[in-house]
């Protein structure tokens, strides 16, 4: 159980799940790690290819602009997900990952 908006959480982790699908590399695959770390919920999503971290959270950010056809996409879901994350008072880190991808942790609040 974590403290904050249901809704609101389950949208952010969903948009790191549908990154981590549509820009994993081919045949390549999606660890997600859950735990409890100094009474808050840490969940990390590894799988993701990604070299942009100097951008990674922008809104409108694309790191592939020849790819948004295909994928479809604004480029708007990490810059929601780091907006509801710190709205928690918590955060949203990016991690390169060479050459598996990257990894993004999401720390949350737990009830006690």
């Known amino acids: 159980m974590i403290k ?12 790191i799940l549908q990154n981590a699908i549509k820009y994993n590399y081919a045949y390549g695959k999606i660890d997600i790690i859950i735990e409890n770390k100094d009474n808050n919920c840490v969940i990390s999503v590894i799988g993701i290819a990604s070299n942009a971290a100097e951008h990674i959270f922008e809104a409108f ?15 708007l879901g990490l810059s929601i997900v780091k907006s509801i ?15 598996k991808g990257s990894i993004f942790i999401v720390s949350v609040p737990r009830l006690l």
């Open 4 to 15: 904050g908006k249901f809704n609101m959480f389950k949208h952010a982790i969903s948009n």
């Open 61 to 75: 950010y694309r790191e592939d602009k020849s790819r948004s056809r295909k994928i479809g996409g604004e480029g």
């Open 85 to 99: 994350i710190e709205q928690h008072g918590e955060n949203v880190i990016y991690q390169p990952n060479n050459p």
